[in-house]
């Protein structure tokens, strides 16, 4: 009974563990940016707030709009600006990753087909402890109003 009573507790810890990640952050004004005919490729751009006690990491992205998603960011390189692929967005404690344009990103690569404006796509953030979660982003023409002056560095 005692082992029955420590499988049951491990199942339990385990399944927390793997809630926990998508269950603390919240995704706040996400849009996809509507990309110019022709174009194989656009950008994911949203807060990522994390109210939770652990860092939180976003590790990779899948979408049914395109082949292939990549977590971005922008580097100045000797004067100028290039995207470089990185391999986590860390959503600090109790903080936030602020993904916009001429920053960090979500970059949606070889689209399946042209996006129109108003469509939503979804995507599914996948963190470092094995937990995800879903989002419905909708296609819009320009940054959102509601997105906060706050969040722009340009």
């Keep these: 009974m005692k082992r029955l009573s420590l499988l049951i507790a ?16 919240a995704v706040v004004d996400p849009y996809i940016r509507l990309a110019p005919p022709n174009a ?13 006690a652990n860092e939180a990491k976003l590790v990779k ?12 960011t922008h580097l100045n390189d ?3 600006m290039r995207m470089r692929q990185i391999p986590e967005i860390v959503i600090p ?3 936030e990753a602020v993904l916009q344009p001429s920053g960090l990103h979500i970059m949606l690569i070889n689209m399946q087909a042209p996006l129109s404006e108003g469509q939503v ?11 995800s979660k879903s989002v419905e982003v ?17």
């Design 78 to 80: 000797n004067g100028v």
């Design 40 to 52: 194989t490729a656009t950008a994911a751009f949203m807060v990522l707030k994390n109210k939770g």
């Design 121 to 131: 796509v979804p995507l599914t953030l996948g963190f470092a402890d094995g937990s």
């Design 10 to 25: 491990a199942l339990g810890l385990s399944s927390a563990v793997l809630a926990g990640s998508a269950d603390d952050v």
């Design 93 to 95: 404690v109790r903080g």
């Design 138 to 154: 909708k296609v819009t023409k320009a940054m959102p109003a509601a997105m906060p002056m706050s969040h722009m560095h340009h």
């Design 61 to 72: 992205v899948a979408n049914p709009a395109s082949k292939l998603s990549e977590l971005h």
